[in-house]
């Protein structure tokens, strides 16, 4: 009884309900007020206060006889770390394999077959026993785009074919190739949009690139890209798709366009060839003027798509940017060549070392291909009182000589260096070795190559 009496006075009172009038809002309820935290015993002077770990409190040191306590409306919350997710490393795809360039030597009763795996687009004899040959495919059909400089005399090797030199061109194809210019052992090669000047460095195993020009390109074709170099070496002339030459000065370590260019042409150029200017179409009054390899002028012959063949004569030593003296010589078109049928093109020319003469190879579709020669001659023009001087030169083509070489389409031609024979190969890959002079048949094979 002792026990229940004391629960019941311990019990705390339930406050009595309030009556609330018919129609009247209650009253909201009220809500006890949170206890407020009691503060910690005081410690005692001198000494350190106890750390209380309660939630809400922290304690701080006593500085002196003092005791700071400062009590924190919220408790304390340990900050929780996210780990980071570190992403899977990108796996780096495989290098593709760069496309190297080979070849391989067979013997048979005609001589030597080298096969490459990549298609040709220039071939250049230098010297007698040397040969530049350049092409690709592009790296993404897997073809190398190289050079090889190769030897063509038989030693020790089981094969007179064997390769000292290679440039690669990385991913520009090799449209075409100059000749070797001896003295400097340099040669222009023909990419898309550009012409690059590289040097034979045969005593460094190596061939480098010493600098590129950018040229008009026809980039839907752009694998008429031809270049030649001056007798002397000093001077580039460059084929452009727009119908022009540009001329470009050659220097030890750059290619820089010298300012003059050959406007004549009213379409495409097929071919251009270069020789030294003779003597005899110099002016009777020109004393100051050189012949030979460092003579004043150089000899150039063009062909085009329209029908016409032209020479002319530029500067073959100024470096001046500011020289511009190049102009067309001569010309003739194939409708005034009463042996060539209707509808015939010129496609190919050489100059003969002299200079003195020039051959055309014509070919059309459905029509024979010819070899035509014609002399170069130059006859002394008087000039008018109004510009003064000595008198000038009038030049002709005439034409001497001409043959049939079959009745399929020409798709090479090549003069000797000596300017002794005529090298030339048809659709059907035929090849024709005649004589410069009477263009008499020397050799003939059909069985050089299965393709153009």
Known sequence: LRMGRKKAENKPR????????????????????????????????????QKVDKPGVTTTTVQG???????????????????????????????????????????????????????IYGIRWYGTDRLCIGGGGGAKYGMANQMVCAHTKKGKASHAFHVPLQYDSESKIIWSLSDVHGPTKSV??????????????????????????????????????????????????????????????VLDEDLKARGDTLVGHK??????????????????GDKASK????????????????????????????????????????????????????RTLFKFCSLHPTGKKVYAVTSGMGSP????????????????????????????????????ITDDSVTAFRLSEDGTYLCCGDNEGVVYVLGAEGLDLKYKNKKLHDCP
Request: some cysteine; aromatic content about 6%.
């Open 14 to 49: 339930e406050a009595a309900p309030m009556k609330v009038q018919k129609g009247a809002t209650p009253p909201a309820p009220t809500r006890k007020a949170p206890p407020e935290p009691t503060p910690p015993p005081p410690a005692k002077q001198g000494k350190k206060a």
């Open 369 to 404: 291909s010819f070899i035509t020669v014609f002399d170069i001659q130059g006859t002394p023009a008087e000039t008018p009182k109004k510009h003064g001087g000595p008198p000038g030169m009038a030049y002709t083509l005439h034409c001497r000589a001409f043959k049939k």
């Open 65 to 119: 006889k003092k005791t700071q306590v400062q009590a924190l409306t919220q408790p304390a919350t340990v900050p929780t770390t996210t780990p980071v997710q570190t992403p899977d490393p990108i796996p780096t795809p495989p290098q593709k394999k760069k496309p190297e360039g080979k070849w391989v030597v067979e013997s048979n009763k005609s001589g030597e077959v080298v096969r490459f795996n990549f298609p």
């Open 267 to 284: 379409d495409r150029i097929n071919d251009l060839s270069v020789a030294e200017f003779p003597k005899a179409l110099l002016a009777p």
């Open 188 to 249: 222009l090669v023909g990419h898309t949009g550009e012409v690059s000047l590289l040097r034979l460095q045969y005593d460094k195993n190596c061939v480098s690139k010493v600098a590129s020009l950018s040229v008009v390109c026809n980039e839907k074709d752009p694998t008429r890209k031809f270049a030649a170099f001056s007798p002397s070496g000093k001077i580039a002339i460059i084929a452009q798709d727009d119908s022009t030459l540009a001329c470009a000065r």
């Open 291 to 342: 012949t030979g390899r460092w003579g004043t002028y150089a000899l150039v012959a063009t062909v085009a798509d329209d029908e016409t063949l032209k020479v002319w004569s530029v500067l073959n030593v100024a470096e001046q940017a500011g020289n511009k003296s190049a102009k067309e010589l001569c010309g003739v078109a194939a409708a005034d060549c009463k042996h060539l049928p209707t």
